[in-house]
């Protein structure tokens, strides 16, 4: 994944990409965004693969300070700089310098400024499908507070047992499955797509009237005749699988789509994840 990265440095707002540091055994420290030349990372943070932070954003139509809530990668960063003896906070920097070393930095990397106050900046940085939302406090002189989410950092995969698969069929005449994998660019079957296919299996015997159209779809990643063709293949994988237990090749028609029908926007990984699924559809609905 293209990640932008950030470099605060004082006065001068320089900005350039930098390696990821070695985080401290207590807290992962985030490897894009960097906190203000000389800082300390205080050990107490915390990192989790997915969380949620409610951030400090303005109001497009009225500038007042509003809050808007994000869900991914989460880190809780705290940062302070010392004095020369190393026992008090530095009083030489302005918090104003502070926040607009931050500032500075996260527009010359194409970020945009969602909320600034005194001590407190909000912005949100692009990326290759994920964007990376940050809030600055910076008090007590020289304590910055980051609390940092990769928005995109945390993508469900949906399944569904055979009376789910049921009642969606029945509803809606189809049914979107997310755990049925396949090797990158090949009709190979993961083995973790095992649980989910047995399922399909169970659905087909239990309703024995049942007849499906087993629908392949990708990404739009690639040229259309080769997600089409490769989607082809997926689907008829599938169809092979289901008859080896059983299931009579007469009730299952396998299709593929390709790129042709997204349920999401292919401009970032989550949505193109989405994209890439097989659907059960009931013939004759």
Same mark, same amino acid.
């Given at each position: 994944?293209?990640?932008?990265?950030?470099?605060?440095?004082?006065?001068?707002?320089?900005?350039?990409?930098?390696?990821?540091?070695?985080?401290?055994?207590?807290?992962? #420290?985030?490897?894009?965004?960097?906190?203000?030349?000389?800082?300390?990372?205080?050990?107490?943070?915390?990192?989790?693969?997915?969380?949620?932070?409610?951030?400090?954003?303005?109001?497009?139509?009225?500038?007042?300070?509003?809050?808007?809530?994000?869900?991914?990668?989460?880190?809780?960063?705290?940062?302070?700089?010392?004095?020369?003896?190393?026992?008090?906070?530095?009083?030489?920097?302005?918090?104003?310098?502070?926040?607009?070393?931050?500032?500075?930095?996260?527009?010359?990397?194409?970020?945009?400024?969602?909320? #600034?106050?005194?001590?407190?900046?909000?912005?949100?940085?692009?990326?290759?499908?994920?964007?990376?939302?940050?809030?600055?406090?910076?008090?007590?002189?020289?304590?910055?507070?980051?609390?940092?989410?990769?928005?995109?950092?945390?993508?469900?995969?949906?399944?569904?047992?055979?009376? #789910?698969?049921?009642?969606a069929l029945d509803a809606d005449g189809r049914v979107a499955l997310y755990g049925i994998l396949f090797d990158l660019d090949k009709a190979t079957l993961?083995?973790?797509?095992?649980?989910?296919?047995?399922?399909?299996?169970?659905?087909?015997?239990?309703?024995?009237?049942?007849?499906?159209?087993?629908?392949?779809?990708?990404?739009?990643?690639?040229?259309?005749?080769?997600?089409?063709?490769?989607?082809?293949?997926?689907?008829?994988?599938?169809?092979?699988?289901?008859?080896?237990?059983?299931?009579?090749?007469?009730?299952?028609?396998?299709?593929?789509?390709?790129?042709?029908?997204?349920?999401?926007?292919?401009?970032?990984?989550?949505?193109?994840?989405?994209?890439?699924?097989?659907?059960?559809?009931?013939?004759?609905?």
């Amino acid at each position: 994944m293209k990640r932008h990265g950030l470099l605060f440095v004082m006065c001068a707002f320089a900005v350039s990409l930098i390696q990821p540091t070695i985080a401290l055994a207590e807290v992962q #420290e985030h490897p894009l965004i960097r906190p203000f030349p000389g800082s300390t990372l205080n050990p107490q943070g915390e990192y989790m693969d997915f969380s949620e932070y409610t951030f400090r954003v303005a109001d497009p139509a009225t500038g007042k300070m509003t809050k808007q809530t994000v869900q991914g990668r989460f880190w809780k960063l705290t940062y302070g700089l010392k004095d020369e003896s190393g026992r008090s906070a530095d009083k030489t920097h302005s918090v104003l310098e502070y926040r607009e070393n931050y500032k500075q930095a996260a527009l010359e990397q194409g970020g945009e400024i969602l909320f #600034e106050d005194g001590g407190y900046l909000t912005f949100r940085l692009p990326g290759d499908g994920v964007r990376t939302w940050c809030e600055v406090h910076i008090w007590n002189y020289s304590q910055q507070d980051l609390r940092i989410i990769e928005e995109a950092g945390f993508e469900k995969s949906l399944t569904f047992g055979p009376s #789910e698969m049921k009642a969606a069929l029945d509803a809606d005449g189809r049914v979107a499955l997310y755990g049925i994998l396949f090797d990158l660019d090949k009709a190979t079957l993961q083995p973790e797509s095992n649980e989910q296919l047995q399922d399909v299996v169970t659905l087909l015997r239990e309703n024995p009237a049942l007849g499906l159209e087993v629908q392949g779809h990708t990404d739009d990643q690639g040229a259309d005749d080769y997600n089409m063709a490769l989607s082809q293949r997926r689907a008829e994988t599938v169809v092979s699988y289901l008859e080896l237990f059983g299931i009579d090749s007469s009730r299952l028609t396998p299709k593929g789509y390709g790129e042709s029908s997204p349920v999401a926007p292919n401009t970032t990984e989550e949505g193109r994840a989405k994209n890439r699924r097989v659907e059960l559809a009931k013939l004759g609905a």
